[in-house]
């Protein structure tokens, strides 16, 4: 039997709150993405979800990428392997 994996991670996202929308949007365009919140000051709660850590790593780099994008921190990663 195969063990596959589902990684869950959250992050802080710290944007320019001008460019808030666009960022928005476009964090939700990343597979296993989501914007959950975004406070006033441009603090933005996102949940990823993916198969591995290194898709985890890659979506978190295709967000720093993005243009207002300050910083990103990591504050939860969990991963669960069930048997197929």
Request: avoid cysteine; proline fraction near 2%.
């Amino acid at each position: 039997m195969k063990a596959e994996e589902l990684h869950v991670s959250s992050l802080i996202v710290h944007v320019n709150i001008e460019k808030v929308d666009n960022i928005r949007a476009n964090i939700n365009l990343l597979n296993g993405a989501e914007v959950i919140t975004v406070s006033p000051q441009g603090k933005a709660i996102v949940v990823l979800e993916a198969p591995s850590q290194k898709v985890i790593m890659q979506v978190i780099d295709s967000i720093n990428a993005l243009d207002g994008v300050i910083n990103t921190g990591l504050v939860y990663h969990e991963f669960e392997k069930e048997e197929v």
